[in-house]
């Protein structure tokens, strides 16, 4: 994973995939990655009983891993690898998503209302119809992300990068977007009126 300044730093979780000639790194509590894990649901509820003991997930591989429609809620994920994983309506109002590197992951129609985003790597990411309300996304990387009619109500977009992203039908009343880079972006339909601070619209499709 890749720190604030460039760094490199290791999960805690470096376990490697029981597979026969896989190679790749285990998920968090579970002996093989996501391709090769046999049962989903005993594994999902593992997870699940962790986050409402309010166990610390920092730092886990959860890479691919089907988190889809789970219940989440203030899941202490900071640091987490969640590259590629499926959080299609799942539950993380605040949750702790702290340098979360979660390219490609998808969290369409999720609940991230008041979680904390800041420096999370979500490049490429699903975010339609999330609603994230009140979220921290300061110096959040969301380029190439698709965020189409999410609610970013009240948000904290300080220094984020949301270039080249698809914004349209986003709602972003309030939002401090001070700093923020929207460079070419789309914002077709986009509720900017009353976001607050000056940002970079340098080609974005506005209107």
Known sequence: MIGENGTMYYLSNSKVCTHIHCG?????????????LEDTSAWRE???RRVR???????????????????????KLEEANL?????????????????????????KGANLRGAQCGLALLGAAVLDEAVCDGADFRRANFVGTSARNASFRECDFYYSRPGAADFSGADLSEANIQ???????????AKLETARGSANFERATRG
């Open 24 to 36: 790749k790194a285990a998920l968090f509590a579970a002996e093989t990655c996501a391709r090769h």
């Open 46 to 48: 593992e997870i699940h």
């Open 53 to 75: 003991s309010g166990e610390s997930l920092q730092g886990a591989n959860l890479e691919n891993a089907n988190l889809k429609g789970m219940a989440l809620p203030m899941a």
């Open 83 to 107: 590259a590629g994983a499926d959080l299609e309506g799942a539950d993380l109002e605040a949750a702790h998503l702290t340098r979360v590197v979660a390219p490609g992951a998808n969290f």
């Open 179 to 189: 700093r923020a880079i929207f460079r070419a972006a789309n914002l077709r339909g």
